[in-house]
């Protein structure tokens, strides 16, 4: 159980941290949860894992409007340098993006491509967890869950491929 500590109103793919709140995520006691609303019910972006690395942050929620959930905390593997970055040794998600990114220009099928699309984050996420680098949790709204299940094999080799470069 918890205390409500803050709310920011934020705009489209964006919210600035207030100097109070960026102190607290900073401080390693505060453990927050990050709690935000993705519209479009995305799964977790690069920016909203990037909060992991903050001291102070124990946890990243993100609520879509189609009822989709999606929850991440640090994992075992979780790098002491930056998770998210360009050109940094510790750059983990950047290793995992580019694996998924190889085995999507072999993919032909539009259905295929499109899930990629709308799936890449929740996949990547997942990946990251299969890694040990996050601990994630998600469940799809409705509409995400039915064309996840339809791309399922398609999306479970972007997975393995991201996984494995995670794991580099």
Request: charge should be neutral.
């Amino acid at each position: 159980c918890g205390i409500l500590v803050r709310v920011v109103d934020g705009q489209a793919g964006r919210v600035s941290v207030p100097e109070d709140l960026d102190g607290l995520m900073a401080h390693p006691d505060s453990a927050l949860t990050l709690v935000h609303n993705h519209p479009a019910g995305n799964g977790l972006s690069p920016g909203d894992l990037e909060h992991l690395e903050y001291p102070g942050v124990r946890a990243i929620v993100a609520i879509g409007h189609d009822g989709g959930i999606y929850m991440a905390t640090r994992g075992p593997e979780f790098p002491a340098g930056p998770l998210v970055g360009t050109g940094t040794k510790g750059e983990v998600y950047g290793a995992a993006h580019k694996r998924a990114l190889r085995v999507l220009a072999f993919e032909r099928s539009p259905t295929g491509r499109a899930a990629f699309d709308t799936h890449m984050y929740h996949v990547l996420s997942a990946a990251l967890d299969g890694a040990g680098v996050l601990q994630y949790q998600a469940r799809l709204g409705e509409a995400r869950r039915t064309t996840f299940n339809e791309a399922r094999p398609f999306l479970t080799r972007i997975h393995n491929a991201a996984r494995a470069g995670a794991l580099r």
